[in-house]
């Protein structure tokens, strides 16, 4: 199958990543930041997923125009897999939630 995933760089993402190129299916993630931009453990991850066949594609957040380009540069996707957001603190009781949506939504 060809997945196109996002959120590869969180801990379940990347386990999920992990698992869908072991059972054999080509995997396109991407990423909104450039390659450089991910340190500490999400760097790790993402540098780990360097030395797997899946085709990674840094900046190229979901629903800009770069990703939408990258959907027409594919004859077909069987299956888009949206595991990402950008919720820093949502456990606090100041979580913005308008904010969070800005966030994670193109311009």
Request: glycine fraction near 6%; charge should be negative.
């Amino acid at each position: 199958m060809q997945i196109l995933f996002t959120g590869a760089s969180s801990f379940t993402g990347y386990w999920f990543v992990q698992a869908l190129v072991k059972a054999g299916h080509e995997v396109t993630v991407t990423y909104q930041g450039n390659e450089n931009s991910y340190s500490g453990i999400r760097g790790l991850r993402v540098a780990a997923l360097t030395n797997t066949p899946c085709h990674q594609v840094f900046e190229c957040m979901f629903g800009s125009n770069a990703f939408l380009d990258l959907i027409k540069s594919q004859t077909h996707w069987d299956v888009l897999c949206h595991h990402a957001a950008d919720v820093t603190d949502y456990k606090s009781d100041d979580f913005d939630i308008s904010r969070a949506v800005a966030s994670n939504t193109p311009c």
